[in-house]
């Protein structure tokens, strides 16, 4: 099967001038950033010294302003503009990959429809989920073993309306352990129909609060919200997240209209982690693996079970039983607890909608 890979780019111009791509631009400062050394930046990267430092200049033109301090015997530093490009970009692909995953994955699928048909082609395994890092791992794995996947990544609820409608065959979403878990589940058993579906289960992760390395704002708990100097980012409606902040936040008495930010939203855990990482929020709720990889502190809230479901026909279907196969398989199981905050215990265990909910 033919693959696409679409990856965001962006390009800066003054004006009406044809604007200039900051692909190569934002490797070299990342890398000088991670080195503290131009010449070990460029060869990183695949570049001469003296073109990597040409890049820089051309570049220091174009925005009027000094993007990497090089002082004799001190290596190189980044300007805070330079800092400041790089996490617009980390920003922007945490916010996009996802969406652009989705849309790869759908023009994959078109082209092959649109070509003549093989006879040995098996249709492919269609996966609705919320972008999440077992699940990124996952398709990552059935890519290798030569399994097709169509994958959309959509929130919770959406995904599993898909599967009671028949646009998919495996529907990803979680709910919170504890005194939460039957009000979350309750959301989506106008979907899930004992009798028509069954739960495979993912994973347990870890879901708190992510801060800014220190935690500066000395944010302790949901309380400090409801603080006039504390901008907090939101994920959209539908989300599991989101909907595990309504129950937290009425728990602790905190109506949304006391939270500063709280209608502002990211599509994904990477994407809010990315935003707060770049000083354009405080605070904001996610999976702990999300503010390790962008440097943030993690205060832990409540632990949660990540499931998949699907109808008990498909079970017993080959596509299906690969898939569990390999959920089930050592390799894939020590994926998922390489994660900071995800457990693989039970990983790949297929539950009944009541066993899984009658605690």
């Not at 990497?68 to 330079?82: C, F």
């Not at 269609?126 to 929130?155: D, M, Q, W």
């Not at 129909?193 to 994973?203: C, D, F, G, M, Y």
Request: charged letters at 20%.
């Amino acid at each position: 099967m033919m693959r696409i890979q679409i990856t965001p780019h962006w390009g800066v111009s003054h004006d009406a001038e044809e604007p200039v791509d900051t692909t190569g631009l934002l490797s070299l400062l990342a890398a000088i950033q991670e080195s503290g050394a131009i010449a070990q930046a460029a060869r990183s990267v695949g570049l001469s010294y003296r073109h990597a430092w040409g890049q820089v200049k051309r570049a220091e033109v174009l925005f009027g302003h000094a993007l990497v301090d090089a002082g004799r015997g001190r290596g190189s530093t980044l300007t805070p503009l330079a800092e400041k490009l790089i996490w617009a970009d980390r920003r922007i692909t945490a916010r996009l990959s996802p969406l652009l995953s989705s849309l790869a994955s759908e023009l994959e699928h078109e082209l092959d429809r649109a070509l003549p048909a093989r006879p040995t082609a098996v249709a492919a395994l269609r996966l609705h989920a919320s972008h999440g890092f077992a699940v990124a791992a996952l398709v990552e794995k059935l890519g290798a073993a030569a399994l097709s996947v169509e994958l959309r990544y959509r929130n919770s609820l959406e995904s599993v309306a898909a599967l009671a409608h028949g646009e998919c065959d495996l529907a990803g979403f979680h709910v919170p352990i504890g005194e939460f878990e039957a009000q979350a589940a309750q959301r989506y058993m106008r979907w899930l129909k004992p009798q028509v579906h069954s739960l495979v289960h993912l994973a347990v992760r870890t879901q708190g609060l992510f801060v800014a390395p220190g935690n500066p704002k000395r944010i302790r708990g949901l309380a400090d919200l409801k603080r006039a100097d504390v901008r907090f980012v939101n994920r959209p409606e539908g989300s599991g997240t989101r909907m595990l902040t309504e129950l937290l936040l009425g728990k602790a008495g905190i109506l949304p209209a006391e939270v500063v930010g709280y209608d502002s939203t990211e599509f994904t855990h990477a994407a809010i982690a990315a935003y707060i990482a770049s000083g354009m929020a405080d605070v904001g709720i996610g999976v702990q693996t999300a503010a390790q990889r962008f440097g943030l502190q993690f205060l832990p809230l409540v632990r949660e079970r990540y499931f998949f479901a699907v109808t008990k026909a498909a079970l017993t279907e080959p596509t299906m039983r690969t898939v569990l196969t390999l959920m089930q398989s050592p390799a894939y199981r020590s994926s998922v607890a390489s994660l900071l905050g995800y457990e693989a215990a039970e990983t790949g265990k297929v539950l009944s909608v009541a066993d899984a909910f009658d605690r």
